[in-house]
Nanobody
């Protein structure tokens, strides 16, 4: 099992920044990648970013490219999501997740955190 705990969410004005953290514990050696997803009320869960543990390879969803940056601590313990130039449409619950594959598909992630709320006011 892998346990994931997110933190860092909150309320910020449009144009501002937040940094989310995801602390991983347990059998993290069984995972290859970490992803961030978000879900707004009434909408499907949306891929935000992923990072591969081994070499730091990253990939971003189109809506956040150039504004968000995912990074990791190489000991497979912590993943960050730096969010800049935030927009009201970024408002959602943000989840980190761990997978054995490098994938953007939520159902292919094996472990999920509880989520952290990000609210961007206009």
């Amino acid at each position: 099992q892998v346990q994931l705990v997110e933190s860092g969410g909150g309320l910020v004005q449009a144009g501002g920044s937040l940094r989310l953290s995801c602390v991983a514990s347990g059998r993290t050696f069984s995972t290859s990648a970490m992803g961030w997803f978000r879900q707004a009320p009434g909408k499907e869960r949306e891929f935000v970013a992923l990072i591969r543990w081994s070499d730091g390879y990253t990939y971003y969803g189109d809506s956040v490219k150039g504004r968000f940056t995912i990074s990791r601590v190489n000991a497979k313990t912590t993943v960050y999501l730096q969010m800049n130039s935030l927009k009201p449409e970024d408002t959602a619950v943000y989840y980190c997740a761990a997978a054995r594959l490098v994938t953007m598909t939520p159902r292919e992630y094996d472990y999920w955190g509880q989520g952290t709320q990000v609210t961007v006011s206009s």
